[in-house]
Each structure stands twice: as C-alpha cells, then as structure tokens.
C-alpha cells in the first residue's frame, strides 16, 4: 500500500513538472516564433532601444573583444559568455534577475552590481545602453 502512494505522488510531482516545463515551453515558442518584425517591436518596447544602432555601439566600447554577439562581424571574442539568446536566460550575470531595466543597469555599471566582475564600465550612455539591450533582447 505504501509503495503505490509513493508512486502515486512520483506521478502527481511528474505531471506538475510536466505543466511547468510545458509553460516554460509555451512561453519560449511565443518569443521563438512571432510575425517578422513583431520581435522588434518587442525589443524596442521594453528597453526603449534602437537595435539598428546597436552594432557599431557594440564595437565601438570593445564588447565584440570579449563576447561573441550574432551579427556583429568579428564579435567571436572568448573573454566573456556568448551574448546570443539572452532573452531566454532566467539570470543576467549570474546575478540580476533577467528585465530590461537589469540589463540596462548592468551596461552602463556592471561593478555597481557585482564589484568582483571582470566585465569594464564601458562609459555608456542611458540611450546607448537601451539599444545595446534592444539588440540583445533581438538575437
């Protein structure tokens, strides 16, 4: 009798998971697989950023040195983490919960938030960072 609560509640825990990891799923196709152009208007919405100045911004202050980014020739640098599918990670740095305004935050001060990182204060601006964030959020 005891063997088959047991059992009963392994399923129960199973089938629980199973609806969470289907969400999580469920969420991430949303954002995967939108109109052309809807990721965009996304993007550009919750950060306030202009991805089409993104690229040079990204070269410009040397992130393209130590991170590899898709779509900016020559950003293959092996310093810091691949930058690509940033919009599906739970955290930012390890540290921060994964928003706008945390990516923004960590742009423009990444020792403010974690004092041991490696990564430079870049010297960016409010809007520059904004569209640093749209581009990441795109790719």
Do not use: K
């Not at 990721?39 to 993104?54: C, F, H, N, W």
């Amino acid at each position: 009798m005891r063997r088959l609560s047991l059992l009963g509640l392994g399923l129960l825990g199973f089938s629980l998971l199973g609806l969470g990891l289907a969400a999580a799923l469920g969420a991430a196709a949303w954002w995967w697989w939108r109109p052309p152009g809807e990721a965009e208007l996304v993007a550009r919405a919750i950060t306030g950023g202009d991805p089409s100045r993104a690229p040079p911004l990204l070269r410009r202050y040397g992130c393209a040195g130590c991170h590899s980014i898709p779509g900016v020739p020559g950003a293959d640098g092996q310093v810091g983490p691949p930058l690509g599918g940033l919009r599906s990670r739970v955290y930012l740095a390890g540290v921060l919960p994964n928003s706008a305004e945390n990516l923004v935050a960590w742009l423009r001060d990444p020792r403010a938030v974690s004092p041991r990182t490696a990564m430079p204060a870049a010297g960016l601006g409010e809007a520059e960072a904004r569209d640093i964030a749209a581009y990441l959020y795109l790719r």
